[in-house]
């Protein structure tokens, strides 16, 4: 007798946008799929399923990741973050404001991606972390002025094809106040 | 003092009124639920396996091995797949049999759909895929495109092959200027980012199919045709769409969910994935072309000579209609222009945002600026010596032609009057700048649709027809059309769209979605207002009326219909890495009322923004040896991202269409034309070379380096 053959499916426990959910899953289910097919969380989309396009990005406690590049099983134990979990209950979160007021989108498919990566931007910004269109990056700099340019460096894992980079940018500026150094 | 004015009891003048999406809140929360996303009891998941070969035929396909695997349920292939009805002649005319998926052991190019693969979980269904055994007999194939073919041959598509009148060669030997150069421009992908999906059912005989498409009444024909139904036992529904821009049709998804469905009696989902995306949906065909233009020393054309060629598949016969804007734009006594073909092993290209335009308008408007450049005349001074009374090819009157007025408020805003002609004399550190500009055109057009209009019990309004918005804005604009036309609110409008239930309508596709929409919606509040004025109480179930367009849209004038804009933009090139950034783009249009202000400004620039992407970055390389792509995904096939995409302005100037009942032109395309002209336009300005052959990339731009700089 040959040994059992190696276990293909886990029981695993997703905690996403505050709630707990526990499943059976296949170990090549990705995060993104387990969102999608399993617990019914179609917001968060699939453009290209292998970490070209930016459209299934979520927060993984609090920092932004490509959901089809994590397997669903690695994902136990963390928070994870969806474009249904940023709102708070009627009031919009203010990036998902600024989206909708600027009109930063049009088909809308990348624009959870979008949001949840403007959101980490943000974030990420004040807390000081510099990026390639940074001109000083020494700490004593300090926080850098969110800028267009900067803002489109930031966002520029999140691919949109209907075009709608313009708005998106104004609204990722007006989310963050920084409306007038991003003119 | 001052006193208010009496408010009227309804709200008018929403079109023309900036409006937030109707369905924004839906998209910013993600609550839009798009096809793949439709929960389904019972659903099996679908799998294609494209060629591995360029041509030849199956030998076999042993399906064994797959379907021992754990949750395989069936492998569909030609040797057991139900047959369907493909000599038919569709809404948009001869369908491109790619589509009818699994009919005969014929392989014609690389990525053609040889089997489907039907499982319990997308998981499952993929590893057997993975282990399908498909034998070929292998045969030689010739993929390699080029003007110079002589198979090539000249093909009537949705507008003649050839058109011709006066004498080319003698109108060049007595022209004091001539421009005779050659253009191309490489196989581009719609990459729209909602990969197909489609999922279907069959219920008794009838076929249920949730898709993602540009016209869900477009689809239904061709499914009931191909299943030899009758259309009113297919229903297609298709309520959010990810992007279209022209390759959302029918395609092998929508074909196999419903093969599928039929044999296993359970919900089917087919979802493609990004790199079959590459194969099976379309794309842009190569484009070769050669401008001859002859002039008088002020810049007058004397001949105007456009011929193009473009590479179509084996199975069907794509014109990309490039000699377009040089029909529309300038006349000519000598005016001769020709579109051609090449039958090679390689998937159809198909309509792409505008089709023909797009390319076409990349040679002629580069062109263009070589003729103004050999003239010493100023590129817009050089395009208003010619416009043109009538249409240079038909002689009908335009329709509103306000190309010029685009180019003088554009100039005024973009700063032209201050530019110094001379190429490569700016300097911004280690970057030559320069500025370029173009002409655009695209035709406006409407398709017959019908819409149905309710007046609802308690005062609001429904309006339901088989609309799509890809991203278009169409559910706002039609929404602020109904309102004004009813003479109520928008917020007393619903409107839904994407189902084939609600009766037939026109595709978003060819600018002419909004129109013939908008038309239909606006012939219904008329018949509802007078039958609200003859009826007392509104029934509990409402008052609908329905109206069709039909006769209305055939009794149209034939007369020049087209969108215009003029394209500014400022390019920055470092000759050093050769790399070219565009620093700022200015698109003015004339393309009839604008509805929306709000997603109009979006839809322009979104199509200037593919205009960068085309003129800079996007091109599908072929694999001579294999047949197949090169890095068909979006890491190898670059789509233009933020950092790219400089701010860009997109505004218009008043423009109406007089025989369109609430003035619409189009816009869905017009924005991508004259795009990329301007910035290679632009890059010529900064650096002195001419950039023929797109994408501008940077080793093209360090072998052409610089002239006279
Ligand atoms: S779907 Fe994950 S990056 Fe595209
Ligand atoms: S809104 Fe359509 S891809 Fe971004």
């Known amino acids: 007798m040959g040994p059992a053959p190696a276990p293909t499916h886990s029981a695993i426990t997703l905690q996403v946008n505050g709630e707990k959910y526990t499943l059976s899953v296949d170990h090549r289910t990705t995060l993104l799929d387990a969102l999608r097919e399993r617990l019914d969380l179609t917001g968060t989309k699939k453009g290209c399923d292998q970490g070209q396009c930016g459209a299934c990005t979520v927060l993984l406690d609090g920092r932004r990741a490509v959901s089809c590049l994590q397997l669903a099983v690695a994902a136990e134990g963390r928070e994870i973050t969806t474009i249904e979990g940023l709102a708070d209950g009627e009031r919009l979160h203010p990036v998902q404001q600024a989206f909708l007021d600027l009109d930063g989108y049009q088909c809308g498919y990348c624009t959870p991606g979008q949001i949840c990566s403007a959101v980490a931007v943000i974030e990420e910004h004040a807390a000081g972390w510099p990026s390639a269109a940074t001109d000083d990056v020494r700490p004593e700099a300090g926080v850098p002025e969110l800028t267009a340019e900067e803002i489109r460096e930031r966002m520029s894992g999140n691919l949109c094809r209907c075009g709608a980079y313009v708005s998106i940018v104004q609204a990722v500026a007006r989310a963050a106040g920084a409306e007038e150094a991003a003119v | ?709």
């Open chain 2, 1 to 709: 003092m001052t006193t208010a004015p009496t408010r009227p009891a309804a709200a008018q003048g929403s079109v023309g009124t900036a409006h937030t999406r109707v369905e924004g809140r839906d998209k910013v929360t993600g609550a839009a639920r798009y096809a793949a996303e439709i929960p389904f009891t019972g659903l099996a998941h679908g799998w294609l396996v494209l060629s591995t070969v360029a041509r030849g035929r199956i030998r076999a396909v042993d399906a064994d091995a797959a379907l021992a695997l754990p949750g395989v349920l069936a492998v569909l292939h030609h040797g057991n797949a139900p047959r369907l009805v493909t000599d038919y002649v569709g809404m948009l005319g001869v369908p491109d049999p790619t589509a009818a998926v699994f009919q005969h052991d014929r392989v014609p190019h690389a990525g053609w759909p040889v089997a489907l693969v039907v499982a319990e979980t997308p998981e499952q269904a993929r590893e057997a895929a993975d282990t399908l055994a498909v034998r070929y007999d292998e045969e030689p194939h010739d993929i390699a495109f080029s003007a110079a073919r002589p198979d090539a041959y000249p093909v009537d598509g949705y507008t003649p092959a050839v058109t011709e009148k006066g004498d080319v060669e003698a109108g060049l030997a007595a022209s004091a200027v001539v421009v005779d150069e050659e253009y191309t421009t490489p196989e581009e992908h719609h990459s729209a980012m909602e990969p197909h999906a489609a999922t279907a059912r069959w219920d008794g005989g009838r076929l249920e199919v949730v898709d993602s498409n540009q016209g869900s009444t477009w689809v239904q024909s061709e499914l009931a045709a191909m299943f030899a139904l009758d259309p009113s036992a297919v229903r297609v529904v298709s309520e959010h769409v990810g992007g279209g821009f022209g390759s959302k049709g029918v395609r092998a998804q929508q074909v196999a969910a419903a093969m599928a469905a039929s044999v296993l009696g359970r919900p089917v989902r087919v979802v493609l994935t990004r790199r079959q995306v590459f194969s099976l949906t379309g794309y842009r065909s190569p484009t070769a072309q050669r401008i001859r233009l002859g002039a008088d020393a002020g810049g007058r054309l004397r001949v105007l000579e456009h011929r193009s060629w473009n590479q179509t598949s084996t199975v069907y016969e794509f014109v990309e209609s490039s000699a377009g804007p040089a029909r529309v734009l300038y006349d000519a006594e000598a005016h001769r222009t020709s579109q051609e073909v090449v039958r090679l092993d390689v998937p159809s290209p198909t309509w792409m945002r505008a089709p023909g335009e797009a390319p076409g308008s990349f040679a002629l408007e580069s062109a263009f600026d070589e003729l103004a450049e050999k003239c010493g005349i100023d590129p817009i001074e050089l395009r208003l010596r010619n416009e043109p009374e009538t249409g240079p090819v038909s002689g009908l009157p335009f329709a509103g032609r306000n190309l010029a007025a685009c180019f003088r408020e554009g100039a005024r805003r973009f700063g032209w009057a201050e530019r110094d002609p001379r190429p490569g004399v700016r300097r911004d550190g280690r970057w030559l700048l320069g500025t370029g500009t173009a002409a655009a055109s695209f035709p406006v057009g409407a398709g017959a649709s019908t819409a149905a209009l309710t007046a609802e019990a308690d005062g609001t309004f429904t309006v339901r027809i088989a609309a799509a918005d890809i991203g278009t804005g169409a559910r706002t604009a039609l929404t602020l059309v109904a309102a004004d036309a009813l003479g109520t609110a928008p917020e007393r409008v619903r409107v839904r769209v994407g189902d084939s239930a609600f009766g037939s309508a026109w595709i978003a596709g060819g600018s002419m979605g909004t129109r013939s929409w908008s038309w239909a919606v606006t012939e219904a509040a008329r018949e509802l207002r007078e039958r609200l004025a003859l009826s007392g109480e509104i029934p509990p179930e409402g008052i609908t009326v329905r109206s069709d367009t039909t006769e209305a849209i055939g009794a149209l004038a034939r007369k020049e219909r087209h969108s215009f804009g003029a394209q500014f933009a400022e390019v920055a090139v470092d000759v050093a890495t050769g790399e070219v950034r565009v620093r700022r783009m200015l698109g003015i249009f004339a393309a009839g009322r604008i509805v929306n202000p709000l997603t109009a400004r979006s839809q322009l620039i979104g199509g200037m923004t593919w205009g960068i992407s085309m003129a800079l970055h996007e091109e599908a390389v072929r694999d001579r040896v294999t047949g197949a792509h090169y890095g068909a995904d979006l890491a190898g096939y670059h789509v233009a991202t933020h950092a790219d995409v400089p701010r860009i302005e997109a505004d218009w100037v008043d423009d109406t269409d007089p025989d369109d009942p609430v003035g619409i032109k189009g816009i869905g395309e017009v924005g991508i034309v004259g795009a990329a002209a301007a910035i290679a336009n632009a890059v010529w300005h900064a650096t002195g070379v001419r950039h023929r052959a797109l994408p501008i990339r940077p080793d093209r731009v360090l072998t052409g380096g610089t002239a006279g700089v």
